[in-house]
């Protein structure tokens, strides 16, 4: 298996410009999981989804944030306007049960 | 609502000495336990897992934790430090009491040194 597939690996973008992160889970499982760390923050949850519908979006940080799953295959995490301090680098993960597997992380600049 | 604190941001070592990196939580429910490992500029890798059973967890590359409920805590040992070894290391808790998966909740992370 290739693992959690994530795109792009990098993104530079200019603060106010729409900016779309994309997931591909591990084929089979259930649970998908959006994950942001920075320096001063840590990691932190974001939201997830079971079966393709969201289960907890309490960590989206404000109203720019938003995230769709449209099937079991493809997640995408979408800021719009982005701003400087949305700069960080952006982890998607699957799980069947307990154990989460990550994707290698987007690592994004909002100059 | 569940925290995790790793106590230590920077542990540095000799190779071939002992590693404890120090991980307790709180939470309401049994937790289910985590350590991963994440080298520069890659994701997060499992290192080993607590759920339920056996308190004394081994995970890959020599490392293994002990569970212990009385002291809330899910210290990461390796007997023998390798050069390879040096990266940041997080513990994680997850509550599962409702079935399914549930999100983690991740310490602030360890940075391990190897001397050499």
């Known amino acids: 298996d290739a693992g959690v597939i994530q795109s792009p690996r990098h993104e530079v973008t200019e603060m106010g410009q729409e900016v779309t992160l994309r997931c591909k889970p591990i084929?089979?499982?259930?649970?998908l999981f959006w994950y942001r760390q920075t320096m001063m923050r840590g990691l932190e949850l974001l939201i997830y989804?079971?079966?393709?519908?969201?289960?907890?979006d309490s960590g989206m940080p404000e109203d720019r944030f938003s995230a769709k799953m449209p099937n079991a295959s493809f997640s995408t995490l979408k800021i719009q306007p982005s701003e400087p301090r949305d700069s960080a680098v952006y982890f998607c993960?699957?799980?069947?049960?307990?154990?989460?597997?990550f994707g290698p992380g987007t690592r994004l600049t909002v100059l | 609502a569940q925290s995790v604190t790793q106590l230590g941001s920077h542990v540095s070592v000799s190779e071939g000495a002992l590693v404890l990196l120090r991980c307790n939580y709180s939470?309401?429910?049994?937790?289910?336990l985590f350590w991963y490992v994440q080298y520069p500029n890659q994701g997060l890798q499992l290192l080993l897992k607590?759920?339920?059973?056996?308190?004394l967890v081994k995970g890959i590359n020599g490392f293994e934790a002990e569970f212990k409920k009385s002291e809330t805590s899910f210290h990461l040992t390796k007997p023998s430090a390798h050069m390879s070894d040096a990266a940041e290391y997080f513990c994680?808790?997850?509550?599962?009491?409702?079935?399914?998966?549930?999100?983690?909740?991740f310490g602030k992370g360890t940075h391990l040194i190897i001397q050499p």
């Open positions: 084929s089979g499982h259930d649970y």
């Open positions: 939470s309401s429910v049994p937790p289910y």
């Open positions: 989804f079971n079966n393709n519908v969201p289960i907890d």
């Open positions: 607590y759920t339920t059973g056996a308190t």
């Open positions: 994680a808790v997850s509550d599962l009491s409702g079935g399914g998966a549930d999100g983690l909740t």
């Open positions: 993960a699957s799980s069947y049960l307990e154990t989460q597997y």
